[in-house]
């Protein structure tokens, strides 16, 4: 199969400006990205809205696209700098992959296992889920949970701890069941991502502020692969400090 990794990166944010050109162990985030990435693909690409983050991408020997500053997700983000790839390259892709760009501890074996998901023809979008292991992790609406179908399909993405475990103590829903955080490293096929582009938000996503939500609403299929590694967001400065002290183990 042939894989275009794209990396959508944007330098506004208001927890963290400028995180995909902080440094970890003397590189910056979107390079520890690129580098993981590269491992996995021949065409990587950053998808940025900023000439800070292209020329650093270009400068230490990644490749780069402009895109809009208006995009309301990475997916969104994802298609139009897939669109320039294609035109550039002048070829086509059988599977796209989105990875945040704030992730510098990606593993190339989790980019690997989505990528494999689409040897099933009937695959449209997967992603990756890691089993809660803290009982207050499964309450923070930060962390967003899924849970699956005995296919291993998303049945629902929520901000609120699913599923509900009725008659059990909230503390104790932890070894009642089991709980999965979502991953958000998206695999796509390329008629399939230009199509969830053009959808409408749905009243799904609206309510909890999960893109997911709009395809589920709108019926396409979204694989869950499950995954062991925990990985460490760059979200606030703390974050960053964090991820130094983890990269210097």
Same mark, same amino acid.
């Given at each position: 199969?042939?894989?275009?990794?794209?990396?959508?990166?944007?330098?506004?944010?208001?927890?963290? =400006?400028?995180?995909?050109?902080? *440094?970890?162990?003397?590189?910056?985030?979107?390079?520890?990205?690129?580098?993981?990435?590269?491992?996995?693909?021949?065409?990587?690409?950053?998808?940025?809205?900023?000439?800070?983050? /292209? +020329?650093?991408? *270009?400068?230490?020997?990644?490749?780069?696209?402009?895109?809009?500053?208006? %995009?309301?997700?990475?997916?969104?983000?994802?298609?139009?700098? @897939?669109? %320039?790839?294609?035109?550039?390259?002048?070829?086509?892709?059988?599977?796209?992959?989105?990875?945040?760009?704030?992730? =510098?501890?990606?593993? =190339?074996?989790?980019?690997?296992?989505?990528?494999?998901?689409?040897?099933?023809?009937?695959?449209?979008?997967?992603?990756?889920?890691?089993?809660?292991?803290?009982?207050?992790?499964?309450?923070?609406?930060?962390?967003?949970?899924?849970?699956?179908?005995?296919?291993?399909?998303?049945?629902? /993405?929520?901000?609120?701890?699913?599923? @509900?475990?009725?008659?059990?103590?909230?503390?104790?829903?932890?070894?009642?069941?089991?709980?999965?955080? %979502?991953?958000?490293?998206?695999?796509?096929?390329?008629?399939?991502?230009?199509?969830?582009?053009?959808?409408?938000?749905?009243?799904?996503?609206?309510?909890?502020?999960? +893109?997911?939500?709009?395809?589920?609403?709108?019926? @396409?299929?979204?694989?869950?692969?499950?995954?062991? %590694?925990?990985?460490?967001?760059?979200?606030?400065?703390?974050?960053?400090?964090?991820?130094?002290?983890? @990269?210097?183990?």
């Amino acid at each position: 199969m042939r894989v275009l990794i794209l990396i959508p990166a944007r330098y506004a944010s208001t927890r963290f =400006p400028g995180k995909p050109l902080a *440094e970890i162990g003397g590189r910056p985030v979107i390079q520890h990205v690129v580098e993981k990435a590269s491992s996995v693909a021949e065409d990587v690409f950053v998808a940025t809205d900023d000439t800070r983050i /292209f +020329e650093r991408v *270009e400068a230490f020997g990644g490749h780069a696209v402009m895109t809009s500053e208006n %995009h309301k997700s990475g997916t969104d983000r994802c298609f139009e700098a @897939y669109q %320039h790839v294609v035109a550039r390259n002048k070829r086509s892709y059988d599977v796209v992959v989105n990875i945040q760009g704030d992730e =510098p501890f990606i593993l =190339p074996e989790q980019v690997r296992s989505l990528v494999a998901c689409f040897e099933d023809s009937r695959i449209q979008i997967a992603t990756l889920a890691k089993q809660f292991e803290s009982s207050a992790d499964v309450f923070d609406p930060n962390k967003v949970k899924v849970v699956c179908s005995a296919r291993q399909t998303a049945l629902y /993405f929520s901000r609120s701890a699913i599923p @509900y475990c009725r008659g059990t103590e909230p503390d104790c829903w932890l070894s009642a069941t089991g709980f999965y955080k %979502h991953v958000g490293m998206y695999a796509y096929r390329p008629e399939v991502l230009k199509e969830i582009t053009a959808l409408p938000q749905g009243v799904l996503e609206k309510a909890e502020s999960l +893109e997911q939500l709009r395809w589920l609403e709108n019926g @396409y299929t979204i694989a869950v692969r499950l995954t062991e %590694h925990e990985s460490i967001g760059i979200d606030t400065p703390e974050d960053l400090e964090r991820a130094n002290a983890f @990269y210097c183990l």
